[in-house]
DNA sequence: CTGAAAGCGCTTACAG
DNA sequence: CTGAAAGCGCTTACAG
């Protein structure tokens, strides 16, 4: 049995061991604190304090702790996508994962910055980024990226890790991102094998550097192979995917062509439709690509991004980040290789 | 273009907006709480003070916050489960997901407790589940329920509310669960009127209330058809399914089995592995009910558990909780109704 | 080896 | 209408 509290009902303080074991609140600070270097406690005090901690059933506050030290072994989670990922399908779930996993691997609870009303209504100025400063470092996800909050968490020294690649703020963001560029240009090269000379690479018309990268990689491998790079990129909006884009490609003799599948997922899918809708087949009328795996086609051949490697490792770097003394922490940005899926919508040209 | 922060490079701070204003911190506080009945404001110290807060970009400290006050509008989520929800499969998802639009809905951010290490190696001790306290209420869920620190947490006057029924601790504990006895009576009532008078429940080995519920509705049910009850219910554990206990039933000449599906999921899924092996089908060979939707065979006959919703109104519930005033705080408890699934395993006995 | 004091950044009576 | 002071529960120099 044990009394469960301090004095009036409410849970136990270090004044009220301090009082009950007869010594200074300081004292039991510092039995509490464990060894700290530098810090001896006679063995008798030590015994003292612990036992009427024991006895009040004394557990720390989080609260108080975080204010008065640094650390409280919480990561914040903080997405700039236009919709936090409660989709089951959602891009971003995998991630969520990983760094689930990987967090309390390490010991370390998470917060969800979701408290901002309505996804769309939600101003990412400083005020809302800045709660994250509730926590020991932060991981930020989503397509865009606000600067200027960024920046400013940057300058005051706070912990984050970007998941996915980022080169605002001149390359001083860290991150953990994926390699686009090797991955996309390995399709190509598998489609050139193949036979393929004419090839379309169908993009959302959005910069974001996720899409960016995947066409460096298209049109790096195009020029590799020799052919000409000039029609490859197109460019189109989800509702601008229609009939007459399969048709022109054809009568132009395309015989190959490659989608990004992205956290919107919606470009690819719309290309799948107007293929469906067209009757044509993969790979006998036309050869398809996915870059990154589409759950409306996750038999399509491309690659997958490694999304929960990347929870996991977002975290690890984070963790190192806060770990690491504030003047020898370095922007460390590290990219993660996606896996080739065969599938079956590629054939000989 | 405003300075970012107090002087010396970190955040800036009440005492900072009181310097640049020309006024106490004590004013900046109670500008910046807003209209605080009872208290009146110069126009013009308001405006200087919101001038000076915007110009140096103020953010206030959310742990500073609540150790002075009392709300920071952060949601706790805990679980006594074995494996926090990081499976893509898992049964908690979908709670979760409902969890977290709620929480946006209201403005509150959540906090995942995940950070004990490994869900098997975690002790859920009081240190532990304090840790919960740095929010302003916290969610509980799992099959079972450690007595002693959520008394301690309950008695302390933290607002917690748990995601399924509890009649622990005196039914003190507030929830939001799922009203198991009726959607399995509704079960066994289809299954009597389509003349099935040889029943068997299969259900797990282990006492939790969604078990004990679904099996009261069944044996009410079974005993309002005028059947006997003797021997309907079958405890087993996953791994002691096999051939003989089906070949047993169509011996005894049972015509229709119903099994739970629960948040482990594995004794449904024992028991269609099982029919597949011995080449059963259903609802030719054999009735089959779940009560509770498995993702193994989701077109099963039985019913679905409200899980989104269930998160959902459990939130709601809690910052009910929070929001009332700590003496007219009842232990509120509410059931949710499942959907019937009509599915094709059942059929004419 | 131990304690008194200041401080983390806020809120909240309590005075004027 | 505004400010000085105490307090939330801890940690961390700084003295002894």
Chains 1, 2 share one sequence.
Not at 47 to 74: F, I
Not at 179 to 194: E, F, G, I, W
Not at 335 to 344: A, E, F, K, Q, R
């Amino acid at each position: 049995m044990d009394s469960r509290s301090g004095r009036g009902g409410r849970p136990a303080r270090q004044a009220d061991i301090a009082e009950a074991a007869g010594v200074s609140q300081t004292t039991v600070s510092l039995v509490l604190a464990g060894n700290r270097e530098g810090v001896r406690l006679s063995e008798s005090t030590r015994q003292r304090v612990l036992k009427a901690a024991e006895k009040l059933g004394y557990v720390p506050d989080p609260v108080a702790t975080r204010l008065a030290s640094s650390r409280n072994h919480m990561l914040g989670v903080y997405t700039f996508a236009s919709a936090f990922p409660t989709d089951v399908d959602g891009f971003y779930y995998p991630i969520l994962v990983g760094v689930e996993e990987e967090a309390a691997a390490l010991g370390q609870d998470l917060v969800l910055f979701t408290g901002t009303g309505g996804a769309d209504a939600r101003a990412h100025d400083r005020t809302t980024i800045r709660r994250t400063r509730i926590t020991d470092g932060c991981l930020f996800f989503g397509r865009h990226i606000p600067e200027e909050p960024i920046d400013w968490l940057l300058g005051s020294g706070f912990p984050l890790v970007y998941i996915g690649r980022r080169d605002e703020l001149d390359g001083r963001i860290p991150f953990v991102g994926v390699d686009y560029v090797t991955a996309s240009a390995a399709v190509v090269d598998r489609l050139v094998a193949q036979g393929h000379r004419s090839i379309r690479y169908l993009r959302e018309d959005d910069d974001a550097p996720s899409s960016t990268d995947r066409e460096t990689g298209v049109l790096q491998a195009v020029r590799r192979a020799g052919l000409p790079t000039a029609k490859v990129v197109v460019r189109r909006a989800p509702s601008d995917v229609g009939p007459s884009l399969i048709a022109g490609w054809r009568r132009a003799g395309v015989t190959a062509v490659i989608v990004e599948e992205t956290d919107t997922g919606s470009l690819a899918r719309a290309l799948f439709e107007t293929l469906d809708a067209a009757g044509l087949r993969c790979p006998d009328d036309l050869s398809l690509a996915v870059l990154g795996r589409s759950p409306y086609r996750p038999e399509a051949s491309g690659f997958e991004v490694p999304r929960r490697e990347l929870g996991r490792r977002s975290v690890r770097l984070l963790v190192d980040q806060i770990t690491a003394a504030p003047g020898e922490r370095r922007t460390a940005q590290e990219l993660l290789p996606c896996t080739p899926v065969i599938g079956n919508t590629i054939g000989p040209a």
